[in-house]
């Protein structure tokens, strides 16, 4: 098997053969014990776009299925698409947890409130309120997978916080991907055409915690 880079000529793609692409889900899978996603193959240098697999050979799933790769080929269902979920929801548990511990130490339980509904339709909710000297601020805790993904999720939150009602009080959108660096993130919000409205921010996890000491917290009285 030949494996190759992406690459153009003459401004045109070369056209990638099957045993280019074996050659690179086998060196990717070399390298992560697994086979990669539609998202991983965008972003991987020995294997070609996700929409040209796409074109030349029906998409992912049909190509694995050529391939004979592994015995699941399409990972959006079955025993993959269980095992993700269960890695996702326990990640998310863990890193709602380390966010509650840091927030109740910083400002105390009594001013830390979880899943704070802005409304009585229990939909429009941040994952923490916390009362503080100024008010108050809303959190929202997420985990994009890379780049591409931290920029859909922004759009996303960006929307569900566009309404009057849920831009009362500063929100932070905490990204906690520890591999995402400050710097990709204000790159992010520099070249963003869509601009954060005032009093929204988008934070990692070092950024977060001198925010909140920033912040001045409440007394519980005796």
């Not at 998202?39 to 694995?64: K, N």
């Not at 699941?72 to 079955?78: H, L, M, V």
């Not at 709602?96 to 409130?113: A, I, M, P, Q, R």
Request: net charge positive.
């Amino acid at each position: 098997m030949t494996l190759r880079q992406q690459k153009k000529s003459g401004g045109r793609e070369i056209p990638w053969s099957i045993e280019n692409l074996a050659a690179g889900l086998a060196h990717f899978y070399k390298e992560h014990e697994r086979y990669p996603t539609a998202t991983e193959v965008d972003s991987y240098v020995y294997l070609p776009s996700a929409r040209s697999i796409e074109r030349r050979f029906g998409g992912l799933v049909a190509l694995r299925t050529q391939l004979k790769l592994g015995t699941e080929y399409d990972f959006r269902a079955g025993t993959h698409s269980s095992k993700r979920a269960h890695t996702i929801n326990v990640r998310a548990h863990t890193i709602e947890k380390k966010v509650y511990d840091f927030l109740c130490t910083s400002f105390g339980k009594e001013f830390v409130h979880r899943e704070y509904f802005f409304s009585d339709d229990h939909r429009t909710r941040a994952d923490f309120f916390i009362y503080d000297k100024r008010g108050g601020f809303c959190v929202d805790v997420f985990y994009p997978s890379d780049r591409r993904n931290l920029t859909g999720c922004l759009n996303s939150k960006q929307t569900k916080y566009a309404t009057e009602i849920m831009r009362q009080y500063p929100v932070i959108f905490l990204q906690m991907n520890e591999g995402i660096t400050d710097e990709v993130l204000e790159q992010l919000i520099q070249n963003k055409d869509k601009v954060l409205p005032k009093g929204q921010h988008l934070m990692g996890w070092k950024i977060f915690e001198s925010f909140c000491r920033s912040r001045t917290p409440l007394v519980v009285l005796n």
